[in-house]
T-cell receptor, first 116, second 114 residues
Framework: GNSVTQMEGPVTLSEEAFLTINCTYT??????LFWYVQYPGEGLQLLLK?????DKGSNKGFEATYRKETTSFHLEKGSVQVSDSAVYFC???????????????FGKGTKLSVIP | EPEVTQTPSHQVTQMGQEVILRCVPI?????FYWYRQILGQKVEFLVS????????KSEIFDDQFSVERPDGSNFTLKIRSTKLEDSAMYFC????????????FGSGTRLTVV
């Protein structure tokens, strides 16, 4: 079956530090890959996505590249801010898995705290 | 911006009791989902719902669980006889045409079974 493994948290960084959150996946087909973010007290929000190998997803200064050869989708940001403090989830979908359904398979989440 | 609303944000219930978690999806969305996250573990798919019926469910979604869209606006998850291991954060989501890109998640209900 499908699975997503992401680095254990929590991760604590100083403002303007470089961020990497590792994510690797196992899938039977050719999945789409996603990063979701959950800010305190809010729902899961799509941060970025990539739908095929070598695609780079980017949003709000965050980037992740779909690496088929290493089955990875690591999240990076060059300079984090206090407002980036949140829980980050890596996820995959193999697309249409049933009538009107696209299941997401999530990792455990990584809590990021950015201190001034 | 439209949002998915979940109530309550936190519910404590005694083992063996029935609990109903409520969700109000985005009004023009057609597909509805429940996911859950046990503390420290992965977010897991429970069930998807379309056209007033379950379209897919996971192994977790056994006979203790049911979903309903009783009035065209609410989408509920019922657990008939709660167990300690049902303690988790439950997320509702909706989408307009089934594509995972179009998912909007609610902020979750934390269920604690004591």
């Amino acid at each position: 079956g499908n699975s997503v493994t992401q680095m254990e948290g929590p991760v604590t960084l100083s403002e303007e530090a470089f961020l990497t959150i590792n994510c690797t996946y196992t899938a039977t087909g050719y999945p789409s890959l996603f990063w979701y973010v959950q800010y305190p007290g809010e729902g899961l929000q799509l941060l970025l996505k990539a739908t095929k190998a070598d695609d780079k997803g980017s949003n709000k200064g965050f980037e992740a590249t779909y690496r088929k050869e290493t089955t990875s989708f690591h999240l990076e940001k060059g300079s984090v801010q206090v407002s980036d403090s949140a829980v980050y989830f890596c996820a995959l979908s193999e697309g249409y898995s049933g009538a009107g359904s696209y299941q997401l398979t999530f990792g455990k989440g990584t809590k990021l705290s950015v201190i001034p | 911006e439209p949002e998915v609303t979940q109530t309550p944000s936190h519910q404590v219930t005694q083992m063996g009791q029935e609990v109903i978690l409520r969700c109000v999806p985005i009004s023009n969305h057609l597909y509805f989902y429940w996911y859950r996250q046990i503390l420290g573990q992965k977010v897991e798919f429970l069930v998807s719902f379309y056209n007033n019926e379950i379209s897919e469910k996971s192994e977790i979604f056994d006979d203790q669980f049911s979903v309903e869209r009783p009035d065209g606006s609410n989408f509920t998850l019922k657990i008939r006889s709660t167990k300690l291991e049902d303690s988790a954060m439950y997320f509702c989501a909706s989408s307009d045409w089934g594509n995972v890109d179009g998912y909007t998640f609610g902020s979750g209900t934390r269920l604690t079974v004591v």
